[in-house]
C-alpha cells in the first residue's frame, strides 16, 4: 500500500497583521479508487429500467489544517485532489 501524497503552499513568504493567506494543499493516495455501480430496477412483470451508473470513492482523504498561532482556516474549495484555505495573519 502507497502512503497519501500531501504538498503544500502559501501566496506569500511574508504577511503583515491583517494580510489574507491563502494556503493551497495538493493531496492524493494512489489506493483511493472510484467504484462504479450499476443498477437496473425490473418489476414483477419483468419490465426493466435503463442503467443508472453512479460513482462513489471508497476509503476517501479528509484533510484538516491547523496552526500553531491558533488561527481559524477556512476551507475555500476542496475538489478532492487540490484544497484552498484562507486566514488573516
Known amino acids: 500500500m502507497a502512503a497519501p501524497t ?3 503552499s502559501l501566496n506569500a513568504t511574508t504577511y503583515s497583521p491583517g494580510d489574507q ?3 493551497t494543499v495538493t493531496y492524493g493516495d494512489a489506493d483511493t479508487k472510484p467504484v462504479t ?3 437496473v430496477v425490473t418489476d414483477a412483470q419483468g419490465n426493466s429500467s ?6 462513489a470513492v471508497i476509503d ?3 484533510l ?3 496552526d500553531d498561532s491558533g488561527r481559524t482556516w477556512t476551507r475555500a474549495s476542496d475538489n478532492g485532489s487540490v484544497a484552498v484555505y484562507r486566514a488573516v495573519a
Open 50 to 55: 435503463a442503467p443508472v451508473k453512479v460513482t
Open 64 to 66: 484538516a489544517v491547523t
Open 6 to 8: 500531501a504538498t503544500a
Open 21 to 23: 493567506m491563502v494556503l
Open 60 to 62: 476517501p482523504l479528509t
Open 37 to 39: 455501480v450499476t443498477i
